[in-house]
């Protein structure tokens, strides 16, 4: 692992100059910023994210309301910046779940093959093929609210991807002559999985697990706009958002309230954008062959 | 090569067949989740204060109280009739309720593809033809702005700028409630009122389309400007593509007839993939424009626990993705004759 390490940084410190580069260092900064701010939110929060009336309702931004208000007089900048641990707090979970259940069953099914590989196929294809926030809200409307219901909920939609790349790894890491050798020393199927075959697909996770990460922002953002998963007061963009929206589409009050939904709209874009940079740069660095091809 | 048309139609049949254990698993796993799910559809519907008895005759009319093979077998019987059971909620055929909304979403969904399709083409081959300048750097920008933005988001931002700000377009449902919506050919308004030969309808409903058409096509079109991107240097590089260039061919013509054709395989695979990323932005894009599409429709059913109409809009869903994935493989298949399984 430590040679692996050593070979990335190597890679990445002749890189830092390039687009690739530099799309990890504004990446990185903006996820590191991001995870500072969720760890450090009770310190920066002026006051109780979940707490009614702690201004008078819907106050414009100002010195001390640095965000303004909502209807019931949250202090919007707290609840942002308390939103950042909700969406990260899931996000981890949900990366979590998704990697914990689909990468071993990956490998078992790669590694074995026959009708178990068939069948883990065929389930994972036609969840893939399905629409992802359409079975996300299934699932979370079944489970109900909650912080782990909503993870679990995102996370059904990213099993199948790392099941795919892990199974399609393992097939072609299982006929390598290193796999044969420790096959023919007599290691027994699950040591030969753990250690010869995790290592080497393990390297194909961390660019899924960038991508993924924007991707279940946006898929949890959507879940709590349509009011699945995570359920006020309990901070987050998304629910912000929607909040907004339904008192400006019930009270027609539409400009006045402008940074209710604007403020954290841009809390998520950010984050997003963060995470797709570091995503892709890290892919442009970790697959120099795919990188040549495009460029 | 006289063998070559029959060969196209087992591939489609092969193809047909392959789908339809998809579907089924699909159709099984949404009966099993929303029977382990806590929460009783009897109850939901009751409300709080029914009394127990109440709700046990309830359960008992609904079928609830039947053995779980039986409801499965019941549910299977009900997709293969096709009318998907009758919904808890409104007690009529779930198909009766959907196949409305089902055009709706239908509309809303096309345009929407198309408005992705001219946007990713365009700035993918942009960006392609000028990879490494300033205007491939604004498409790649472009791609992820566009997939950063929530869709509710950008959504609520044009309602207020084109709807409430300009006054230019209404924000939201698919037809004034005041002018009769055209006669039901095809359920698309666009379609039925030119077919019943009324601009004047046509004219409306397309305002009505602009925005959440717009909204959700431009949030798919950055993932395809860059796949076409992607896909285009790629076959810029190949042998025949320099060959060409070596002979004289116009750069234009290069780019086009030999990049773009030869990159059209990869593309037309990969915007039927995004077809499913597709139908999820309109389940938000119907929630904020309220459309009474389907989507917006799951919405609803779902909080009340109406199994019947949540299999039938999923099994409907799980149908259209598998109709698009087909349809793919076959213009795949007539646009490379070398596809063939």
């Not at chain 1, 399609?168 to 290691?187: C, D, M, Q, Y």
């Not at chain 2, 099984?28 to 204060?49: C, Y």
Request: proline content about 5%.
């Amino acid at each position: 692992m430590g040679g692996d390490l050593r070979r990335t940084w190597a890679a990445l410190r002749s890189e830092l100059f390039t687009i690739s580069g530099l799309r990890i260092v504004i990446g990185l900064t903006i996820v590191v910023f991001y995870v500072l701010v969720a760890v450090l939110a009770p310190v920066l929060s002026p006051f109780d994210p979940e707490k009614l009336g702690v201004g008078e309702m819907l106050q414009t931004p100002d010195s001390t309301y640095h965000f303004g208000t909502t209807y019931l007089g949250y202090d919007l900048y707290s609840r942002t910046i308390y939103g950042t641990r909700t969406a990260l707090e899931i996000v981890l979970m949900a990366t979590l779940i998704a990697v914990l259940i689909g990468v071993p069953l990956g490998l078992i099914s790669g590694y074995l093959g026959g009708w178990l590989d068939r069948i883990l196929v065929l389930i994972m294809d036609s969840v893939y093929s399905f629409p992802d926030l359409i079975l996300a809200i299934v699932i979370a409307a079944v489970l109900g609210s909650g912080l782990l219901n909503a993870a679990v909920a995102v996370s059904v939609v990213y099993i199948p991807q790392y099941f795919r790349v892990t199974r399609n790894h393992t097939l072609s890491v299982r006929e390598e002559t290193f796999v044969e050798a420790a096959r023919a020393l007599g290691a027994s199927k699950l040591d030969i999985i753990r250690r010869y075959i995790f290592p080497s697909v393990s390297q194909s996770i961390p660019v899924i697990l960038t991508v993924n990460s924007a991707d279940a922002i946006l898929t949890l953002a959507g879940l709590s706009f349509l009011g699945f998963g995570i359920t006020p007061p309990k901070p987050f963009w998304g629910l912000d958002i929607s909040e907004a929206w339904r008192y400006m589409t019930m009270t027609r009050d539409y400009p006045q309230v402008w940074w209710w939904t604007a403020i954290p709209g841009f809390a998520i874009v950010i984050l997003i954008v963060g995470f797709t940079l570091l995503g892709e740069g890290l892919n442009d660095i970790l697959n120099p062959q795919l990188r040549e091809s495009q460029r | 090569m006289g063998r070559k048309s029959g060969s196209l139609l087992n591939y489609i049949i092969v193809r047909l067949l392959l789908t339809l254990p998809m579907v089924f698993i699909l159709l099984t796993l949404v009966f099993v989740l929303l029977r382990v799910a806590p929460g009783d559809p009897a109850s939901a519907m009751l409300g709080g204060h029914a009394s127990t008895e109440v709700i046990e005759e309830l359960r008992e009319q609904m079928g609830l109280n039947d053995p779980i093979l039986v409801q499965y077998g019941r549910y299977l019987a009900d997709v293969c009739r096709g009318d998907f059971g009758i919904s808890f909620r409104f007690k009529v055929p779930v198909w009766d309720l959907i196949r409305n909304r089902l055009s709706a979403t239908l509309e809303l969904v096309t345009c929407g593809f198309i408005v992705a399709v001219i946007i990713g083409l365009s700035v993918g081959v942009f960006s392609a033809n000028r990879r490494g300048k300033i205007w491939d750097f604004l498409g790649d920008s472009y791609g992820i702005l566009s997939y950063a933005f929530p869709i509710f988001w950008i959504g609520i931002m044009a309602q207020l700028l084109f709807g409430v700000y300009l006054g230019w377009l209404p924000t939201s449902g698919r037809f004034p409630g005041v002018v009769i919506p055209p006669a039901t050919h095809t359920g698309l308004f666009l379609i039925d009122s030119l077919l019943e030969g009324r601009l004047d309808k046509f004219l409306v409903a397309l305002k009505y389309l602009v925005l959440p058409s717009l909204i959700l096509g431009i949030a798919i079109s950055g993932i395809f400007a860059r796949m076409v991107r992607t896909n285009m240097l790629q076959t810029l590089k190949a042998d025949y593509v320099v060959a060409a260039r070596a002979r004289g061919v116009k750069e234009r013509w290069v780019s086009l007839r030999h990049g773009l054709r030869n990159a059209l395989v990869p593309v037309v695979t990969m915007l039927g993939l995004q077809f499913a990323v597709l139908l999820g932005g309109a389940v938000l894009t119907e929630t904020t424009f309220s459309w009474p599409g389907l989507a917006s429709f799951l919405v609803q059913r779902l909080l009340e626990r109406d199994y019947p109409s949540v299999q039938g809009i999923v099994t409907v869903f799980a149908l259209m993705v598998a109709g698009v994935s087909i349809v793919i493989d076959i213009i795949n298949a007539l646009i490379d004759p070398r596809i063939r399984y």
